[in-house]
């Protein structure tokens, strides 16, 4: 059955796409992360243009995000203040990466940038995190939160807040700037930014690990949702449509990854997921290094 | 002629069968009449619908184009989508990846092109042909940069081969069918991915390798319903369309929290 987006202009399979957001949210439940990283690149494998996969991507993470901070809240498992320090730096980073994609769009390079953004951020994620938990079996069971790094330089800036939750007491610079990184790349990615936030927030910042996946939600709730209105205003790329096949799928897909994550061990799923990283990473960068089969592309300049 | 016209309208998105039976019956009826004026009307067509309505479970559909000729010579039908500037882009490596390096824009160069005849376009005098546009290899398409032949050839052929692979440019000839000597038609397809817009058909008669007459009837491939007001709001309450989108989603995830509570 066929269903015609609007936004996108073109034709889709339905169930290829609540296929898609099930597959996505079969993962997201499994190993806890919003999953926009996986989104994107599937929807342009399956034909979506680049602009619209990545705005549409973006209202997509909302509603997991939301499913996921809900069942985080009522645990107390959410560092406000932690989190509107994120947040604000995610908006302003937002906005600075909308006017970037807006222009890269121009320029007829957003593709590209895509695409590299993600076997950059993929990569060196999927490989600390493979490090990581490989250590984390072998030596079974040890706290790998507790290693605190080197912060002396870190230590220096001003501004310094006392986030309670979080049992913290650091520059408010530190989570700003991390939300302002976050909040480019969701732009330019359509991503949450949730496979960068949290493993930033334990290792740089050295918060306790359950309050990092609540709090970095609350932030990607309100970064993707300012992303997407970003986008709806200045490209016109977010599929409505589009967004609520992915969501419809994604929400099923995720209670059963909740359910089958509970048979796994935490640093077993780490490896998978390193491994599921690794391979998006791997297949986008053959995109960008592989000859094309055509080496020419038309853009369109359709005004309506 | 003009109680031909009128039919065709009438006919609507209806099936084909009706359409041609339709015709025959005007045609029988217009033969006896316009005996007198076979000069003014050596080729009348009509289509069987001006509007290909794109809804939500939009496919592509067929457009049945008839008509009738006095007699002699062949029809060749040139469908053109809604013009715009095409920028086409090439490729090239750098530090070991695929960068777009350099491009050219093309002024008024159709989203959509095809074309159908009820004989071999070679048979047309080149001149004729060129003239016309009859053939892809004739479609006029002209750079908004002044440069070499040899690069406007160059990206020219990617266009076209681009278009032609997205289903959008026709790769052979599609068939135009005589029924009997004077009666023609064709079917048209506008696939699902056909640019939105205000197309023309234009309808040749050739003899003796020379077209003769000419006639161009307007298609219009728009969105109705549902896809046009989503597409619509998305565009004039562009900031209200981003809220709406983001509220949608997050309800969804809280419905899915709520139904899915252990406790």
Redesign the interface.
Known sequence: M???L??A???VNVFLILGLGGLVGFLSGLFGIGGGFLVTPLLIFIGIPPAVAAATGA??????????F??HWRRGNVDLRMGSALLAGGVLGSAIGVAVFAFLHRL??LD?VIK?AYVVFLGVIGLLMLKESLQAIRRARTRVVKSKPRRTLLDALPLKVRFRRSRLYISVLLPVAIGLLVGMLAAIMGVGGGFIMVPTMIYLLGMPSSAVVGTSLFQI?FVS?SV??????TT?T?D??L??LL??GS?LG??VG?RAGTRLRGDQMRVLLAILVLAVAGNLAWQ?????N??????????? | MRGQARQGDGVGGRRLKRAVYALIVVLLAGASLATPRVGSADLVAALSSHLVAVTTGFSGSNVLLFGTTDGEGDVVVVVRGPEDVATVHRKGRYMGIWLNEADMAFAAVPGFWTIASSRPLAEISPGVAAFHQLGLEHLRLTPLESTSLRRITEFRQALIRNRQREGLYSTEPGQIVFLGNRLFRTDLWIPANAPIGTYTVAVFLVRDGDVVSAETTPLIVGKVGFEARVFEFAHRWAPLYGIIAVLLAAMAGWAANLAFRKD
């Not at chain 1, 997407?228 to 205003?233: E, G, P, R, S």
């Not at chain 1, 960008?288 to 094309?292: C, K």
């Not at chain 1, 055509?294 to 359709?302: A, P």
């Open positions: 066929d269903i015609y609007p936004i202009e073109m034709a209202s997509q993470i909302v509603a997991p995000s939301v499913s996921a809900l069942a007829a390079q590209v590299l709730i949702a997407t209105i970003m986008q709806a205003v016109q977010v409505v449509v967004a609520l969501v419809g929400v995720a209670q909740l960008l290094i592989a000859e094309p055509d080496l020419y592309s038309i853009v369109e300049r359709r005004e309506s």
